[in-house]
């Protein structure tokens, strides 16, 4: 089992970056994928970014790719989420999440943990 605590979120302007961060518990953090998810108010959870356990593979949503970077350090037990050139409609709730499936996974019925989540907004 592993717990997570996301971080970083705020308020920045349109253009502006910032940089999330997820701590994992436990000692087998490198064993999980890891995604991060968000969500807008009215809106679906949807998929941003996941990272395989080792970290060599990454993938993105078409509305983050070349803005957003996934990272992880399994040594410090934390995957990251990069982001520039922030947009207004990048406002949500940001959610780290982990997977014991393989690969890159997209599909968020596929990943057993969950953080609270952090709240990123955007102004215009």
């Known amino acids: 089992q592993v717990q997570l605590v996301e971080s970083g979120g705020g308020l920045v302007p349109a253009g502006g970056s910032l940089r999330l961060s997820c701590a994992a518990s436990?000692?087998?953090?490198?064993?999980?994928?890891m995604g991060w998810f968000r969500q807008a108010p009215g809106k679906e959870r949807e998929f941003v970014a996941t990272?395989?356990?080792?970290?060599?593979?990454?993938y993105y949503a078409d509305s983050v790719k070349g803005r957003f970077t996934i990272s992880r350090d399994n040594a410090k037990n934390t995957v990251y989420l990069q982001m520039n050139s922030l947009k207004p409609e990048d406002t949500a709730l940001y959610y780290c999440?982990?997977?014991?499936?393989?690969?890159?996974?997209?599909?968020?019925?596929?990943?057993?943990?969950w953080g609270q989540g952090t709240q990123v907004t955007v102004s215009s």
């Open positions: 999440a982990a997977t014991t499936w393989s690969g890159t996974v997209t599909t968020n019925k596929l990943y057993g943990y």
């Open positions: 436990g000692r087998t953090f490198s064993t999980y994928g």
């Open positions: 990272i395989s356990r080792s970290g060599p593979m990454t």
